[in-house]
């Protein structure tokens, strides 16, 4: 469990374990929204590279005729192997998007539980006005916001 978690007063062991999993499930967000991004730069730079490719190897030299472009491309193995590896890379990039979404779901489902369950979770008087302080520690540690549901 991290330190600050750890550290909180006024907040029993089963609140502090359900803080510690939505903190582990952010990070996990965090990180696979992170990858996709990388993904979506990688493919868009690597489909500008393809593009500027075929257009100083095949339409630049062959641009008088349609028929000896595409035998050019054809003919070509590079243009092959671009190809693949392009598609590849989006059709990761979309596989990527998919597990951020999942992650995503899961992450906003358990904060909007502990919202919804607040009252039960800091029951007593004492836990309850103190409340503020944990939902503080949150949203500046973490960047969780859990006085309410919207993102």
């Avoid at 992650?103 to 009252?119: A, G, M, N, T």
Wanted: proline fraction near 1%; aromatic fraction near 14%; glycine fraction near 2%.
């Amino acid at each position: 469990m991290d330190s600050p978690i750890l550290l909180l007063e006024h907040t029993d062991q089963a609140t502090k374990q359900m803080l510690e999993n939505v903190r582990k499930r952010k990070v996990k967000f965090d990180k696979s929204k992170r990858l996709h991004t990388i993904s979506i730069w990688a493919t868009l730079v690597l489909t500008s590279i393809y593009f500027i490719y075929l257009y100083f190897t095949i339409a630049k030299l062959y641009s008088y005729s349609f028929a000896a472009m595409f035998s050019a491309f054809v003919n070509d193995s590079n243009n092959l192997s671009f190809l693949v590896v392009t598609v590849g890379l989006y059709g990761f990039m979309n596989v990527l998007k998919q597990k951020k979404e999942k992650k995503e779901k899961e992450f906003h489902e358990l904060r909007c539980e502990i919202v919804d369950r607040s009252k039960d979770l800091w029951k007593k008087e004492m836990e309850w006005k103190n409340r503020h302080i944990v939902f503080e520690m949150m949203k500046t540690n973490y960047d969780i916001n859990l006085y309410h549901e919207k993102k």
